[in-house]
């Protein structure tokens, strides 16, 4: 049985290093045992538009290295799952417009048929498990989207939450969601939600949900040890640190609202569903607020850089 195990190990680790490129800073950081940050690239493929992905990803990049950490931006191409890439990739990925969006599902397709691919939520935190980077930055997860009950379009990003174990940054849930249903599942699949000084989840565009949050944390000390803690005590999975968006940049719960009622409505008279529903709500809310949406957005991202960096240094 040993033998059985050694072989389809040992195997399976040498298939799966044939198909993963770490880029080189990202590979000494993890070997010197040096805070890395992991960033996903739906956000810049499908989540922004040109040029402000580009200047996004390049500024969160600047962040996270001024926070003592590498930054390792996770994406598909010419065949392999890429740790880290260079400005070219990252041009790449932001000015192209037939990127595909990969979660779980679509992470084989897009390296076997030598895809260029954005990971979303869940195919970043895959790439980080397998690079062995414990925390990741993104905007806002993916969740329960509000008439689940019609649709059942519910993010994969859940479910990989409850098995792969990184810990994701990010400002609460999208707010196009069904925020409480989103937080129950995520307390069904046994998923910690940690809330970074608040007492309630974060709403994306607004600082603050409706939905109290129990496990607030004041401190990035605090956080790394209940990291560590859970990951000691053999238990799978992720934690998502909830990081509310500065206020200076929050956009009021009651004005956003409003405007994700009528891109939702619109959603539907244009049909639009499955990967394409959270890009095409996103795109309409910021013509809807002309831009101030895309904004917030951008600033989040660097503050759960920020602190992402931070969590990982400590760590
Ligand atoms: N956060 C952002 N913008 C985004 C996303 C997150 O600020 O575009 C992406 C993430 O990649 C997340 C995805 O995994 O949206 C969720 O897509 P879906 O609802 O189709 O699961
Ligand atoms: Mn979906």
């Known amino acids: 049985i040993i033998k059985f195990i050694f072989y389809s190990n040992s195997a399976t680790l040498a298939s799966m290093k044939s198909m993963i490129h770490i880029h080189e800073e990202v590979r000494q950081a993890l070997r ?3 805070p890395v940050v992991a960033l996903e690239s739906t956000i810049i493929a499908h989540g922004m538009p040109f040029p402000e992905n580009i200047q996004m990803a390049k500024e969160v990049g600047a962040i996270i290295r001024a926070n003592g950490a590498v930054p390792a931006t996770i994406a598909c191409m010419n065949g392999k799952l890429h740790i880290g890439l260079d400005d070219q990739q990252l041009n790449l990925l932001a000015e192209s417009k037939d990127v595909m969006k990969v979660s779980r599902r679509e992470l084989p397709y897009a390296i076997a048929m030598k895809k260029i691919a954005a990971t979303t939520v869940s195919a970043t935190m895959i790439g980080a498990e397998m690079a062995g980077i414990k925390i990741f930055v993104t905007g806002g997860i993916g969740g329960v989207h509000r008439g689940w009950a019609d649709s059942l379009d519910i993010s ?9 174990n990184v810990a994701v940054v990010s400002a609460g849930a999208k707010a ?3 925020i409480p249903a989103t937080l129950e599942l995520l307390e069904t699949l046994g998923v910690p939600v940690i ?3 608040s007492n309630r989840f974060g709403a994306f565009y607004s600082s603050e949900s409706n939905e109290a949050v129990e496990m607030r944390m004041d401190h990035v ?5 209940f990291l560590n803690t859970k990951w000691a005590l053999g238990l799978k999975g992720g934690a998502l640190i909830s990081n509310p968006i500065p206020k200076p940049y929050e956009i009021e719960s009651n004005k956003i609202d409003t405007i994700i009622e009528d891109a939702i409505s619109k959603s539907k ?3 639009v569903k499955g990967k394409k529903l959270t890009p095409f709500l996103l795109s309409e809310i910021k013509s809807i607020t002309e831009g101030r949406s895309l904004e917030a957005n951008i600033q989040l991202v660097k503050n759960n850089a920020r602190l992402g960096a931070e969590i990982a240094a400590a760590m």
């Not at 994969?156 to 792969?164: F, G, M, P, R, V």
């Not at 000390?221 to 040890?225: K, P, R």
């Open 32 to 34: 010197e045992g040096k």
């Open 156 to 164: 994969t990003d859940l479910i990989e939450l409850a098995q792969t």
């Open 176 to 178: 196009i969601l069904d």
């Open 195 to 197: 809330s970074y000084r």
């Open 221 to 225: 000390s605090e956080i790394a040890n």
């Open 269 to 271: 008279d244009y049909g």
